[in-house]
């Protein structure tokens, strides 16, 4: 197997990874908001989700930038 045949191999299964995250980011968005526009606006659950929440964006642009060659302006 060629060296650009597992770069291709390698960036697919980060482009699946990075998917994943997305999902995971807006599924945390969307259980976020129904947190909060529930009665009891539980501080430490919504907290708790924000911090998963920035985790996960922190995530996404790491493969974002592994994925995104370097340009050399």
């Not at 909060?36 to 919504?46: V, Y």
Request: hydrophobic share 35%.
């Amino acid at each position: 197997m060629s060296h650009s045949s597992k770069q291709m191999e390698t960036d697919e299964v980060l482009r699946v990874e990075l998917k994943t995250l997305k999902l995971e980011h807006r599924e945390l968005d969307e259980k976020i908001k129904q947190v909060e526009e529930s009665s009891g606006h539980d501080l430490l659950t919504i907290r708790r989700l924000k911090k998963q929440k920035l985790r996960l964006k922190d995530e996404i642009t790491a493969l974002e930038d592994k994925l995104t060659p370097d340009i050399i302006a």
